[in-house]
């Protein structure tokens, strides 16, 4: 009831498909969780990702850790209360957002101290500190602090970051063991670094394992490496990663990634890409991406995809759709980006169930082919 | 059935409460109509501004005839369809946002040529195009193009503005009569103008009733002369208007300007108050008015409202608005438009409710109490 735990229910070559248990309740995998940065699925509804089949969503350390502040969430009751979204949040360290998105900043063994991106407040996070912050949080699956290896990164450059990676992975540990707001059940995972060199992440998966951790996330992949090698990365890491772990990897990515992914191994995935792309007209289809920008549409009775499950898809015309992305109105975003949560969410399904009934190269292959489809035929 | 009609229920003073018919179902009045300027209520979902209670939304034919078009809208099935809202629908003619929205305009007696603030192209306005658009677009209750006689304005100013309204309203009607895509049961308001002078609001009046309409709307308020003035051409217009036709107050307005509006006998309201100020984070309330802005709110825990029926007002707290709004999120401006239209509803519920039980007076004082209590504690 209250340990987090994964079964794996089946496999279907290296793909596999089960469930991550926690205190809030399970994740079934392969699992896709929509990105809610500052406490909330941007311009979506809780009950919308939860009804689109979201088991659990990624809350952002960095951008909560500054607003409203970790200490003021946990006084007002955890994350999960505040956002009101009672089911698992899992959350990053904070440290990619710290490298990505603050300019004054300075990395030492310690940590990094770094800028506010909203009002220029100095602030420090080490990996004690970003489990301190995750714990406030609530957070039911917590990772460690790490290093996002730049790409490309030479080997030498690779070794000392995925190095000083590993040592933030041993705090990170001791941290968590022992922080006085950690509540039984919640996890921390590992992150595998080591750029694009097998050997290193051969080596980064060794030295987090003699640690331990509830399960073990790829970092540093889907940063500008292309899926090709992104992919060939995955070839040679997952095999090596404990089978009886969550594998989770970060911050990927298309419709195509998740399949491709899944296919070698991977339980877990996050991406601003849904919501992101959503906000501006861009939907994820069963037959592609349709650009509703595109003046084709304006005359278009049809909906996004009329068997679809999710109202957005089913009930408003892509005529409308149109008019309301082309005029600015928040409700194009709104709903443009539920299509795009709800048809993860439905992919993620469909793999998981080939996955169970041992067809998954058959999904793969008609997926590959409907998105085929309509790059030719509605784009 | 599907003819237009008006039946009263009660009145209390000069409150009244009755129903007005449309072949697409009743509107109970007083009613207030949100604002869906562009085919969509600002960030809302119909089915939330139909929960709420709203009977009838308002379109803007400006916007409409410009982004998608109103022969657009009528080949995609007329704007219920197209914006997913089968209830009944109010436009207004488009001279408003004529006059206060572009720049290049001149005004003849055939009507408005104006440049659009979209895209510059030039368009020509009259009294029969408008009525054509609103045709086109499906429209319930059709507005008379007319001149919103800006404040203030001469006796001399306000009378030729006036009397330019009346030889369009009588144009309007006519061209309402033989216009092609008319439906059964639509119907066409006439606009009373004149300014602050009631002796122009009479003759104005007098005009309308001679030509007929379906409903009489109060036209040339809310501009810029205030409350008391506005009350006061209330308390020597309505007397004059035909008890047994709908009244509508163009454009107005708080909370309070609503229950006096009704106390004078207005029946319909059309306002962007609370979803404009709902995207900022102003809150509307049975407690006042509530600025989610406001430092004040940051640490919480309560509800906006926690006896109210609407989710959005009962089921988050103040301090997660608070943050959703100080943060820019989409989900803020969502959530309170939400809470502001579903305050707006109940109000007129109220109002409804009292004006049949005959305790108009005792429901308006408890009104301001409550109102003017907020003021003090909760600001």
Chains 1, 2 share one sequence.
Request: charged share 20%.
């Amino acid at each position: 009831m209250s340990a987090f735990g994964f079964t794996l229910k089946a496999t279907d070559g290296a793909a596999r498909t089960g469930a991550v248990h926690t205190p809030r309740g399970d994740i079934r995998t392969p699992a896709f969780m929509p990105v809610g940065t500052a406490a909330t699925v941007k311009a979506l509804y809780m009950d919308q990702v939860r009804g689109a089949g979201a088991d659990v969503i990624l809350g952002n350390t960095y951008h909560l850790m500054l607003r409203p502040g970790a200490e003021e969430v946990h006084a007002l009751g955890g994350l999960h209360k505040f956002a009101n979204w009672p089911h698992p949040i899992l959350t990053d360290s904070g440290g990619f957002q710290v490298m990505s998105l603050t300019s004054l900043r300075k990395m030492t063994e310690e940590g990094v101290n770094f800028a506010s991106h909203i009002d220029g407040s100095r602030h420090m996070l080490t990996p004690e500190r970003s489990i301190e912050i995750q714990c406030l949080l609530g957070s039911d699956i917590q990772m460690q602090l790490d290093e996002c290896t730049p790409f490309p990164a030479t080997h030498v450059e690779a070794e000392k970051s995925m190095e000083l990676s590993l040592r933030w992975a041993k705090r990170s540990r001791a941290a968590f063991e022992t922080q006085e707001h950690r509540t039984e059940g919640q996890a921390l995972f590992g992150i595998v670094q080591g750029s694009t060199y097998p050997d290193l992440r051969a080596r980064s998966i060794e030295g987090l394992t003699n640690i331990g951790f509830e399960g073990y996330s790829i970092g540093g992949l889907a940063v500008g490496e292309g899926q090709e090698m992104m992919l060939k990365v995955l070839d040679t890491t997952t095999p090596l990663l404990p089978k009886d772990r969550p594998r989770y990897l970060m911050g990927v990515g298309t419709p195509d990634d998740l399949v491709e992914s899944v296919r070698r191994g991977v339980d877990m995935f996050d991406c601003v890409m849904p919501t992101r792309n959503g906000r501006h007209g861009l939907a994820f289809t069963r037959y592609g991406k349709v650009n509703l920008k595109n003046a084709r549409h304006a005359k278009d009775h049809r909906p996004i995809d009329e068997t679809s499950d999710c109202p957005a898809a089913r009930d408003y015309s892509r005529a409308y759709l149109h008019h309301l992305i082309k005029s600015g109105e928040m409700l194009g975003s709104m709903l443009v980006s539920w299509i795009n949560i709800a048809y993860y969410q439905s992919l993620m399904a469909g793999m998981r169930d080939a996955i169970a009934d041992g067809r998954f190269d058959a999904f793969a292959a008609q997926f590959k082919a409907d998105q085929a489809a309509n790059d030719i035929a509605a784009l």
